[in-house]
């Protein structure tokens, strides 16, 4: 079972940039979908971006322009580079599959965008 732990997260104002990362605990080689997720408060666990094993993104259109999903399948990390950050932003971001398995979420980062 992998355990993923996310890192990077904080209060920027904004306009600013932050960058997420999730180091996994085993291999993530094999995992061909790996995705950023982020639940603001009172709101639903929303997908935000993923990248399959090949390196092929996608992104939510809130974000689409404005983040950046990377992976390195060597190192067993999965990055989330958000540049032109908005308070709508603001939320708790987690890593994991895609579809998400219920035993993979960790503690997730606090990202705080102030206006």
């Known amino acids: 079972q992998v355990q993923l732990v996310e890192s990077g997260g904080g209060l920027v104002q904004a306009g600013g940039s932050l960058r997420l990362s999730c180091a996994a605990s085993?291999?993530?080689?094999?995992?061909?979908?790996m995705g950023w997720y982020r639940q603001a408060s009172g709101k639903q666990r929303e997908l935000v971006a993923r990248i399959s094993s090949g390196g092929r993104t996608n992104y939510a259109d809130s974000v689409k322009g404005r983040f950046t999903i990377s992976r390195d399948n060597a190192k067993n990390t999965v990055s989330l580079q958000m540049n032109s950050l908005k308070p709508e932003d603001t939320a708790v971001y987690y890593c994991?599959?895609?579809?998400?398995?219920?035993?993979?979420w960790g503690q997730g980062t606090q990202v705080t965008v102030s206006s």
């Open positions: 085993g291999s993530i080689f094999s995992i061909n979908l």
């Open positions: 994991n599959v895609v579809p998400p398995l219920q035993n993979y």
